[in-house]
């Protein structure tokens, strides 16, 4: 039982590379989430998606880009890398956002250094 | 806005007991969870929320007041593992969670 994993789990590069974090899960759950942890702060949602091909804005979007063409996979792309995107960032699922079944499952993470 | 208030950092001695409490003011309210997170790790879910009361679970037990926007999380006979964060987030209106920061709890022995 694989769960949800993230690749790679830690990544350095340099401003203004484009850099793609994926995610993979293998519960067959519809939602899926990229988050992002900062020290000082909660995790913030930086988009989400409820199925395959529906993806939407969390509250920290900007500089990011996701996809999600099959529905156990998740990638988040950042297409200029800044500084001020070097985070831990987690990959969740949920097989729903009602009730119990909302329970969110988070991958191992992925630290992210930007230079 | 939306906010979530818990405490910072903790102490508490190993075979003791400690409340972690978290506030909140959200658009909404679709339920509230309490997740454990282990220094360098992934935050795993401890329990759910959506009615009044308290909810036992072994040594961890959670109380929820939506009237009061409160609630907290007891643990009971503290084990040193138990030395990590813990994440009140709630689910508001848009069936978003909303994060708090997170209370470090330190296990001492």
């Known amino acids: 039982d694989a769960g949800i994993t993230q690749s790679p789990r830690y990544k350095i590069t340099e401003t203004g590379r484009q850099v793609t974090l994926m995610c993979h899960q293998t519960?067959?759950?519809?939602?899926m989430f990229w988050y992002r942890q900062d020290l000082g702060h909660g995790l913030r949602l930086i988009y989400y998606?409820?199925?395959?091909?529906?993806?939407d804005k969390g509250e920290v979007p900007d500089g990011y880009v996701v996809s999600r063409s099959k529905t156990e996979n998740f990638p988040l792309t950042l297409e200029s890398a800044t500084r001020s995107q070097t985070s831990v960032y987690f990959c969740?699922?949920?097989?729903?956002?009602?009730?119990?079944?909302?329970?969110?499952?988070f991958g191992p993470g992925t630290r992210l250094t930007v230079l | 806005g939306q906010n979530i208030d818990q405490p910072t950092e903790m102490t508490a001695t190993e075979g003791a007991i400690v409340q972690i409490n978290c506030t909140y003011q959200?658009?909404?309210?679709?339920?509230l969870f309490w997740y454990q997170q282990h220094a360098g790790e992934a935050p795993t879910f401890l329990s759910y929320?959506?009615l009044d009361g308290l909810e036992e679970k072994g040594r961890f037990s959670s109380f929820l007041s939506r009237s009061k926007g409160y609630s907290y999380l007891l643990l009971k006979e503290l084990q040193m593992k138990d030395s990590a964060s813990y994440l009140c987030?709630?689910?508001?209106?848009?069936?978003?969670?909303?994060w708090g920061a997170g209370t470090k709890l330190i296990i001492k022995p």
């Open positions: 969740a699922s949920s097989e729903s956002t009602s009730g119990t079944l909302d329970t969110q499952y």
């Open positions: 519960w067959s759950h519809s939602y």
């Open positions: 998606s409820a199925a395959a091909d529906i993806t």
């Open positions: 959200t658009s909404g309210f679709n339920g």
């Open positions: 929320n959506v």
């Open positions: 987030a709630v689910m508001d209106s848009n069936y978003q969670l909303i």
